[in-house]
Nanobody, 128 residues
Framework: QVQLVESGGGLVQAGNSLRLSCAAS????????MGWFRQAPAPGKEREFV?????????RYADSVEGRFTISRDNAKNTVNLQMNSLKPEDTAVYYC????????????????????WGQGTQVTVSS
């Protein structure tokens, strides 16, 4: 069983930065691929991939955030972070932390359906 709790969301102006954190519980956390996803408030918008980090620190990013966002993890502290710089209004969404516990030590990109544990989400609002 894995429990995930996000924090760090808020309201910022475009161009500024935010740092999201995800605190995880569970003995095997360090072996799981961890991801950040987001879901914009518009009707019909699906949850979309933002970033992923493997057990060894390998990272993947969505094209829309490449070069602006950085995902990191501290396995000793059971945390995953998302540093978001140069924020844009289109980054406005609820951000979710997720764990893909069925793929320990996996390094490939996993889809939203392959993540089986989710946090409750944290709201990020970027004003123009």
């Amino acid at each position: 069983q894995v429990q995930l709790v996000e924090s760090g969301g808020g309201l910022v102006q475009a161009g500024n930065s935010l740092r999201l954190s995800c605190a995880a519980s569970g003995r095997s956390f360090s072996s799981y691929p961890m991801g950040w996803f987001r879901q914009a408030p518009a009707p019909g918008k699906e949850r979309e991939f933002v970033a992923q980090i493997s057990w060894s620190g390998g990272t993947r990013y969505a094209d829309s955030v490449e070069g602006r966002f950085t995902i990191s993890r501290d396995n000793a502290k059971n945390t995953v972070n998302l540093q978001m710089n140069s924020l844009k209004p289109e980054d406005t969404a609820v951000y979710y932390c997720a764990a893909a516990s069925k793929f320990p030590y996996g390094t490939r990109k996993y889809s939203v359906g392959q993540y089986d544990y989710w946090g409750q989400g944290t709201q990020v609002t970027v004003s123009s």
